[in-house]
């Protein structure tokens, strides 16, 4: 009989996890950081592929992210590269973060983010078919990959993909680019031939710790508050699916194990994502994070000839619930709060850093 992974069996997570070999994409990323650190703490033994932190205060170095991994610093694009890397490490799973992440930007270097986000998940799979063992592949996409109508009830999986900003094409792109590796090479009715099984993952609006990323909110509010300078924000009623970025990152870990229990029944797509509650404005999320840090004031901009961005998007998150009992831990107000106090403790203590985010991911991992 399938032993189930549950979201309330972290012990179970943590063993399954330890001494195994997980290739991860996008290490030094944000998320990839914080997916990073919490491998580590569950015993695995990992290899990163991606390009160098931005700055000196990435989470990446804050955690010293080279102790706890093999760091690989190159681009997904070199495809040689990436097979020798991944071909050497022989990896049990293979976690796909790495991207170019930014709807904004992607409006600045358009043809660079469809290389990076498709033409590199691409050859991820390209080099996975080389593997002549078992090997469990969870490639993350974002939740704009649905072609968004801006309706009021959340996406469901089985809804259209499309993309209006060249971040958010890139994506779905590279869901097709994956749905047909999964039908072409990894086929579920010949499974016992390749032993590979493919899975996406589809994440909401994430905030954490560690993010100093532009144009983003969380990060926006934090350089503000620490100068004492009120938040410019642009959109103050785009509505997003906001959650604290350890929701996905247990959500990963989740849709990996049960993966690789049963590979024949989870290798499809997964949205993670808040409760609908949680799906918040950016002015709502704004004084949530003002009340968290015990002051700040803000400025709404309005600025004529800005690049199109989506107005509203929640996600159904049903599916991930009821077939990998995961489930959102932390509502909106303490995200943000966590967030927050990651900030904070940065300002006061940053030394102390990167024990202040093994405590989080501890606390979260334990609850």
């Known amino acids: 009989m399938e032993k189930m992974v549950n979201s309330t069996h972290f012990s179970f997570l943590q063993e399954f996890y330890k ?23 569950l015993g695995a033994e990992i290899k990163g592929y991606a390009l160098d932190p931005l ?21 997904l694009r070199d495809k040689k590269r990436l097979e020798e890397e991944i071909v050497s490490f022989q990896p049990d799973f293979v976690f796909h973060l790495a991207a ?55 996406y469901r999986e089985n809804d ?5 900003d060249p971040y958010s094409a ?17 086929n579920t009715n010949k499974y016992k031939e390749h032993k590979k099984a493919i899975a996406v993952a589809r994440a909401g609006n994430v905030i954490g710790g560690g993010d100093w990323s532009k144009d983003r909110l969380i990060p ?38 049960n993966l690789a229990n049963d590979p024949l029944k989870y290798s499809q797509a997964y949205n993670f994502g808040p409760h609908l509650s949680d799906a918040l404005p950016v002015e709502e999320m704004l004084k949530l994070a003002i009340a968290s840090w015990g002051k700040g ?32 831990k932390m509502n909106a107000q303490k995200a943000v709060s966590m967030t927050i106090d990651w900030y904070s403790e940065f300002a006061k203590n940053k030394e102390n850093i990167s024990n202040f985010t093994t405590e989080q991911i501890k606390k979260i991992l334990n609850e």
């Open 220 to 257: 926006d509010i934090a350089k503000a508050f620490a100068q004492e300078q009120p938040v410019v924000i642009r959109n103050p009623n785009s509505v997003r699916p906001w959650q604290h970025v350890l929701e996905p990152v247990v959500g990963y870990l989740l849709l990996g194990a």
């Open 100 to 154: 170019q992440p930014l709807v904004r930007l992607s409006y600045e270097i358009p043809a660079e983010t469809f290389e990076v986000n498709v033409i590199g998940t691409a050859n991820v799979l390209d080099v996975v078919r080389l593997l002549e063992k078992k090997c469990d592949v969870v490639l993350i996409t974002t939740d704009k990959v649905y072609c968004n109508e801006e309706w009021i009830y959340p």
């Open 55 to 75: 700055t000196k205060n990435d989470l990446f170095y804050l955690i010293d992210g080279d102790s706890i991994c093999t760091s690989v610093i190159a681009d």
């Open 160 to 164: 259209r993909l499309g993309g209006y």
């Open 170 to 186: 890139s994506k779905a792109c590279a869901e097709l680019v994956i749905d047909s590796y999964r039908n072409s090479f990894f």
């Open 297 to 328: 004031e803000y400025i709404v901009e309005q600025i004529e000839g800005q690049p199109h961005e989506a107005g509203l998007l929640k996600l159904d998150i049903s599916k991930a619930i009821a077939e990998l009992r995961w489930q959102p």
């Open 19 to 41: 001494g195994k070999k997980v290739m991860l994409t996008g290490h030094t990323g944000f998320k990839g950081a914080w997916m990073l650190k919490t491998l580590s703490l």
